[in-house]
């Protein structure tokens, strides 16, 4: 071997063990054996599909927004969202125990200790970290309370 290919060599072969010290070489590993599928309908309000409902991703489900369009106050809105999140999760493989995640969007910040007496508890002993936020304008469909989250796959 000549002495630049022996310092190629040594070089790659140093990268290599650098990428996988960082969990580089796993990451990349698990990426590439594992691709994005639609597990949720697709929204078809327009010409092209503004979204999915649900996608998973290796071990990771990730939930689109759910509202609740009909008339009710906020704790009924949230008792439904969630309802609709936990029906979602176990059709593809999750549960409310493994969400990691939740996204909440209200439309009045002053609804947040009600929603919250619905929320409590809906995840199990150990809840997912969680942001909470009043939207500007409302939320979309006229809902007082949409909801995402990413949760784990078995």
Not at 26 to 39: I, L, Y
Not at 73 to 99: F, P, Q, R, Y
């Amino acid at each position: 071997m000549k002495h630049n290919e022996k310092r190629r060599s040594i070089i790659k072969n140093i990268g290599i063990g650098m990428a996988g010290l960082f969990g580089l070489s796993s990451v990349n590993a698990a990426n590439s054996k594992s691709k994005k599928e639609v597990v949720g309908e697709i929204i078809e309000d327009q010409e092209i599909p503004l979204f999915s409902g649900a996608v998973k991703h290796g071990n990771t489900l990730y939930i689109a927004g759910k509202g609740a369009h009909f008339d009710g106050d906020i704790k009924a809105h949230t008792n439904h969202v969630l309802n609709v999140i936990e029906e979602e999760l176990e059709k593809n493989g999750s549960s409310m125990e493994k969400v990691l995640k939740v996204n909440v969007y209200l439309a009045d910040l002053a609804d947040y200790h009600k929603m919250n007496e619905v929320y409590r508890g809906r995840f199990g002993e150990n809840p997912p970290v969680r942001t909470t936020v009043a939207t500007y304008g409302g939320v979309p469909g006229d809902s007082l309370v949409e909801i995402d989250c990413i949760a784990a796959v078995d």
